[in-house]
């Protein structure tokens, strides 16, 4: 998650991926009654998790008031979301690619105007205080 700047809003997140097919059929902790909640597909389903777990009777209430049509737009929305999510990732991945890129490209020109002044006869000092490479590489140049 970046800004119009392209600065990381916080590293502080976490990633959590629910596999609902694999959901235990079998009430295992505080978070199983929503997950069976997000995949019911029929009215007796969701009249059975509202008598068991009180706490979803509201979001139930709303579930099945919910026409056609609001379902599809949900569904809707949530698809174009994740199409939104999936062309910033990509513009992530050319962002990343073009500041790997410029990194690369100055330390060829760093090489390039290395070698040159080698061949002009300047000092290694010289070209270490010019292009900030180590005397070891400029060693190495030809």
């Given amino acids: 998650m970046r800004n119009d700047k392209n600065r990381s809003f916080t590293n502080l997140k976490r ?13 295992d902790g505080t978070i199983w009654p929503w997950l069976r909640f997000l995949i019911c597909k029929k009215m007796e389903e969701y009249e059975m998790l509202a008598k068991k777990y009180p706490e979803l009777g509201k979001p139930i209430f709303y579930a099945k008031k ?6 599809w737009r949900d569904i809707q929305f949530h698809k174009n979301l994740a199409k939104v999510d999936e062309r910033m990732l990509h513009l992530q991945w ?8 410029l990194v690369e490209g100055r330390e060829k020109e760093k090489l390039e105007n290395a070698r040159k002044m080698k061949e002009l006869g300047d000092s290694t000092e010289k070209i270490h205080a010019v292009t900030g490479l180590s005397i070891e590489i400029i060693n190495t140049l030809e």
């Fill in 15 to 27: 990633v959590i991926i629910l596999e609902l097919p694999k959901l235990p059929e079998t009430d």
């Fill in 66 to 71: 919910m026409t056609l049509f609001q379902k």
């Fill in 94 to 101: 050319k962002l990343d690619g073009q500041a790997e890129g």
